[in-house]
């Protein structure tokens, strides 16, 4: 079991940023993959971003590159996502995820544990 608790959303206007974190807690030691994920009103929950637990590999999301990205510290069992330039629709609820194994999936099927969700909201 992996525990995990986002902070760090708000409201902000377009053109600022902000950073995203996600604690997890629990079987960290068995190295999951960590994925960032949002999901607007009425739309369906989409990946953003994703990291191995070394921090070797990211993948992010053509929506985000160039703008967001993701991090880790293994110290502080905590995965990161620092939003820069943002857009009214990069609105959204931000979930971070985790998940057993050696794939960053893009799908949220793909992943097993799940943050309660962190609102970020972006005025323009």
């Known amino acids: 079991q992996v525990q995990l608790v986002e902070s760090g959303g708000g409201l902000v206007q377009a053109g600022a940023s902000l950073r995203l974190s996600c604690a997890a807690s629990?079987?960290?030691?068995?190295?999951?993959?960590m994925g960032w994920f949002r999901q607007a009103p009425g739309k369906e929950r989409e990946f953003v971003a994703g990291i191995t637990w070394s921090g070797s590999r990211t993948y992010h999301a053509d929506s985000v590159k160039g703008r967001f990205t993701i991090s880790r510290d293994n110290v502080q069992n905590t995965v990161y996502l620092q939003m820069n330039s943002l857009k009214s629709e990069d609105t959204a609820v931000y979930y971070c995820?985790?998940?057993?194994?050696?794939?960053?999936?893009?799908?949220?099927?793909?992943?097993?544990?799940w943050g309660q969700g962190t609102q970020v909201s972006v005025s323009s």
């Open positions: 995820a985790a998940r057993f194994g050696n794939l960053i999936y893009t799908t949220s099927r793909g992943y097993d544990y």
């Open positions: 629990g079987r960290t030691s068995s190295s999951p993959i």
